[in-house]
Nanobody, 119 residues
Framework: QVQLGASGGGLVQAGGPLRLSCAAS????????LGWYRQAPGNQRELVAS???????NYADSVLGRFSISRDNAKNTVYLQMNSLKPEDTAVYYC?????????????WGQGTQVTVSS
């Protein structure tokens, strides 16, 4: 079992930065891929960025060049640095972790943190 605690959301003006954090805890062998997703009202949840256990990132086209994902494996924590925020980035942001048990790996979701960008 993996528990994810996300923090760092809030209200920010367009063009400003915000940094999200998500820490994994619980019982697992290791954390494989980590990712950030977001869901705006009326929209489906979409991938924002992901990072492999080796540190290779992947970004949605809409955030490429503005957002940066990183991880601290010693702390089992993933970060999302968001710069040049736009009103269309407003959404609830969720972290997801692929936790490796002794036999299987499972995906786990955090509770979500609200990001609101004002114009």
């Amino acid at each position: 079992q993996v528990q994810l605690g996300a923090s760092g959301g809030g209200l920010v003006q367009a063009g400003g930065p915000l940094r999200l954090s998500c820490a994994a805890s619980g019982s697992f062998v290791r954390i494989n891929n980590l990712g950030w997703y977001r869901q705006a009202p009326g929209n489906q949840r979409e991938l924002v960025a992901s990072i492999t256990s080796g540190g290779s990132p992947n970004y949605a086209d809409s955030v490429l060049g503005r957002f940066s994902i990183s991880r601290d494996n010693a702390k089992n924590t993933v970060y999302l640095q968001m710069n040049s925020l736009k009103p269309e980035d407003t959404a609830v942001y969720y972290c997801k972790a692929n936790g490796q048990g002794f036999l299987y790996a499972h995906d786990y979701w955090g509770q979500g943190t609200q990001v609101t960008v004002s114009s």
